[in-house]
């Protein structure tokens, strides 16, 4: 099992920019994919984004594409989300989860359920 931490949430105006930092004790970081998640009022918990373990490979949700940008240092065990030009329906708990597979080379179709680690979440306010 590894641990997740996030930071980095809080309240920004539509347009700006915050940075969400993960991070990873326990298990071996490095060989596992990792991926962000978020959970708006009253929805369900979404994919936004997700990276190999080798950081060579990522994918994101359509809303998000050229926006957002996940990113890794396994030296650090972190991985990183850059959130750029955010929106009002940006706003969400941000979770970052860790993948049960390890060495995962793809991570395009990977699901919640993939994925066997999750941190606590980190709120990001998006506003007019």
């Known amino acids: 099992q590894v641990q997740l931490v996030e930071s980095g949430g809080g309240l920004v105006q539509a347009g700006g920019s915050l940075r969400l930092s993960c991070a990873a004790s326990?298990?071996?970081?490095?060989?596992?994919?990792m991926g962000w998640f978020r959970q708006a009022p009253g929805k369900g918990r979404e994919f936004v984004a997700a990276?190999?373990?080798?950081?060579?490979?990522?994918y994101y949700k359509d809303s998000v594409k050229g926006r957002f940008t996940i990113s890794r240092d396994n030296a650090k065990n972190t991985v990183l989300l850059q959130m750029d030009r955010l929106k009002p329906d940006d706003t969400a708990v941000y979770y970052c989860?860790?993948?049960?597979?390890?060495?995962?080379?793809?991570?395009?179709?990977?699901?919640?359920?993939?994925?066997?680690?999750w941190g606590q979440g980190t709120q990001v306010t998006v506003s007019l």
């Open positions: 989860a860790a993948d049960r597979a390890a060495f995962r080379q793809s991570v395009v179709v990977l699901t919640a359920g993939d994925f066997g680690s």
């Open positions: 326990g298990r071996t970081f490095s060989v596992y994919a």
């Open positions: 990276i190999n373990w080798n950081g060579k490979s990522t």
